[in-house]
Nanobody, 123 residues
Framework: QVQLVESGGGLVQAGASLRLSCAAA????????MGWFRQTPGREREFVAL????????AYADTVKGRFTISRDNAKNTLYLQMSSLKPEDTAVYYC????????????????WGQGTQVTVSS
């Protein structure tokens, strides 16, 4: 098992940048494919980005491509999401997730989740 704790959320103005972190504890962090998802009230959880355990290949939702960057530091057991040019529509609770299987863009493909961190972007 792995335990995940997100941090770094907050209130920012449109156009600003923010970096989210996700600290992992438990099994070897490098063994997991890691993802970021987000959710707003009344809507389903939405895929944001992922980084695979092998080769560190990444994938992004079209809505964040070119603005967000996912990365991982296996030595620090930490996942990051660098967010730039933030828009009000990026406002959501952001979750990190881990999968020790074949995971992609669907939330059911991830076994472990953090508690989430709120990001609010004002216009």
């Amino acid at each position: 098992q792995v335990q995940l704790v997100e941090s770094g959320g907050g209130l920012v103005q449109a156009g600003a940048s923010l970096r989210l972190s996700c600290a992992a504890a438990g099994r070897t962090f490098s063994a997991y494919t890691m993802g970021w998802f987000r959710q707003t009230p009344g809507r389903e959880r939405e895929f944001v980005a992922l980084i695979r355990r092998v080769a560190g290949n990444t994938a992004y939702a079209d809505t964040v491509k070119g603005r967000f960057t996912i990365s991982r530091d296996n030595a620090k057991n930490t996942l990051y999401l660098q967010m730039s040019s933030l828009k009000p529509e990026d406002t959501a609770v952001y979750y990190c997730a881990a999968s020790d299987g074949v995971a992609a863009t669907k939330d059911f493909q991830y076994e472990y989740w953090g508690q989430g961190t709120q990001v609010t972007v004002s216009s």
